[in-house]
């Protein structure tokens, strides 16, 4: 009898409609390698589903504590598929000279060191997993995903896309999928699979925030923001301020993603479009970050974090349960009819997640996309957790010199957008 396996779920950052768009609509060889990148997605959920446990079925028994500090390890998969590789670079060694090892290596970093600073985790499964990561998957290989147990990396095919480690968001958000799958394993389809893509997007800009030192109306709210090459008409694969308009491109169409629930698509392909009705939580918390003004990992990125966390958020939760969670803990944290608490409702109101208001929040101006009223006041504290008081003295993509010696240290530089296409 021939054996049964449940398809292993892997998290890609570009979804497949952007994919198939190319393979409809694009010259004959973007056709192929299209079509090879959406094979090779299909292959690898099967192959992997047989050899790896999953992460978030695994880490909660079998994970061992370790001691706080990241532990990397790059590969190189030298243009192979076999996982994971050639080890060229481990946690503490000088850089290579591979522009995409350091950069995988840093966004490791940056990730590892923002969940420790600010919330205390203690990497992925807060138990001290290593952090490995291969590049140079298979060749021109048009993605990057977290498979459950590490990260991989293609080169693009230079193209339609750069090199897939280009932008520090995408990392943070594909070691996030890991996060959530050991806190709340949220199902990976329909309105729970939205969700699941929605916190990576929201912590992979989140990671990317803490890295400048930006605040929240400083930030530019765009997920893979380097991805495309310039023959490409757009700037992102997703933008959270602005659902909808990352891209319109005659080759990969316009960005689908509705940022109400009036927009909200019922489809059947990419497990219920979790990457494209993920627009609409997204777009809630750029309006509640906004409204509540500062770093926005500080409050509303702790409000979402502390929802994530809460053991009543159920594996099959949908947009309003998690949104009713978070006007809880909103509430919890800052007081009932809070700003925070308002900030939080409204912006659930105004994607229409949620119906029924609590109040109003001060204002100074109006989201284009929904009509929501938002005041953009500036810092308006810390959280509990440490945040480097001298991080605004420091270049992008360099840590404060007083890091502890357990924390990345030598991560340099910001991707030059100027090399893009190297």
Known sequence: MQQQFTPRILHTIVPPHILSSIAERGTLQQRDRALKSLELDQYVRAVRSRSIPLLQAQLPQTAVAKAVGPERSIYDARHATDLPGSLIRHE???PVTDKAGNEAYDGLGWTYNFYQQVY???????????LDAS???DV???NAFWDGGQMVFGDGDSDTFNRFTIALEVIGHEL???VTGSEANLDYNDQPGALNESISDVFGSLVKQFSLNQSADQADWLIGKGLFTDKVQGEALRSMKAPGTAYDDPVLGKDPQPATMDGYVDMTDDNGGVHVNSGIPNHAFYLAAIAIGGHAWEKTGRIWYITLCDRALKPSANFNDFATLTVKHASALYGANSQEQQAV?????AVKVLKTSIGTIPTDGTDATTGIVIT???NTGSSNWP???????NAPWQFPQDTPENLPQDLSEEPDESDAAD
Not at 120 to 130: E, Q
Not at 345 to 349: G, N, P
């Open 92 to 94: 503490g060694q000088t």
């Open 140 to 142: 021109s290989y048009n």
């Open 176 to 178: 996030t999928h890991g």
């Open 387 to 393: 945040i480097p008081d001298d991080a605004e003295d």
């Open 135 to 137: 590049i140079h998957y």
């Open 376 to 378: 953009t006041p500036g």
């Open 345 to 349: 409702q409204k912006a659930w109101e």
């Open 120 to 130: 205390s985790r203690n990497s992925i499964d807060n138990k001290g997993l290593p």
